[in-house]
């Protein structure tokens, strides 16, 4: 882990001094995980593509002030989080919400297929397990903004709570309670489809 660390201070320390290849790195090491939060949030990968480019302009342009107080990854999820709330600030009209696949990759390359059963040998469980995602893709997708932001940064990217607060610039408590409130509305929109109708 204190290579990571140092390895990370290295590479923003070349930043800080104008090289361009440090940053190229930072932004290889980080894109696909920024782009793939920012996707769900907006659901839109065009959007998402723009925002995530957005990111990186501004983290490159901001480097220099970068005091190291969070973690780089933290800043650049600060960073995407806030151009996400202003482009939502920014919509005059209620978009159509759409969905996002579960099955993105992570920060290596490799399919994200989450912590639903194994479904590939049997059929008929590998048609719920799809239906499964696709209602919980719609159940995220019809979150509160505030709400789906806590749960993609935790649940799907792993950020831990601390990391959270950094990012969201709230109180530790306030986002333990949105991910408590994320997690009942998801069980409650997710009720009637696992446990059927009463």
């Known amino acids: ?9 290295s590479l923003i320390l070349r930043c800080k001094e104008n090289d361009e290849a440090a940053f190229n790195e930072i932004v290889e090491r980080h894109k696909v995980k920024l782009y793939t939060y920012i996707l769900r949030m907006v659901g839109n990968s065009q959007d998402a593509e723009d925002l995530a480019q957005e990111a990186f302009v501004r983290a490159y342009l901001s480097i220099k002030s970068f005091e190291g107080r969070a973690s780089l990854t933290t800043w650049l999820f600060r960073i995407a989080t806030n151009l996400c709330i202003d482009r939502a600030r920014r ?3 209620r978009q159509v919400i759409q969905t996002t696949s579960l099955d993105d990759v992570d920060e290596n390359g490799t399919p994200y297929t989450g912590d639903l059963p194994d479904g590939r040998y049997e059929p008929q469980d590998r048609v719920l397990q799809d239906e499964l995602k696709t209602e ?11 709400l789906r932001m806590v749960i993609l940064l935790h649940d799907l990217e792993g950020l831990q709570y ?11 408590g306030t986002v333990k309670s949105r991910i408590f409130s994320a997690r009942q509305a998801l069980r409650e ?10």
């Open 189 to 198: 929109q997710l009720s009637n489809y696992l446990y059927g109708s009463v």
């Open 91 to 93: 919509s005059s009209t």
């Open 162 to 172: 601390d990391e959270i607060a950094e990012v969201l610039h709230c109180p530790l």
């Open 1 to 9: 882990m204190i290579g990571v660390a140092s390895a990370e201070a």
């Open 136 to 146: 919980l893709e719609a159940a995220i997708s019809r979150l509160p903004e505030k």
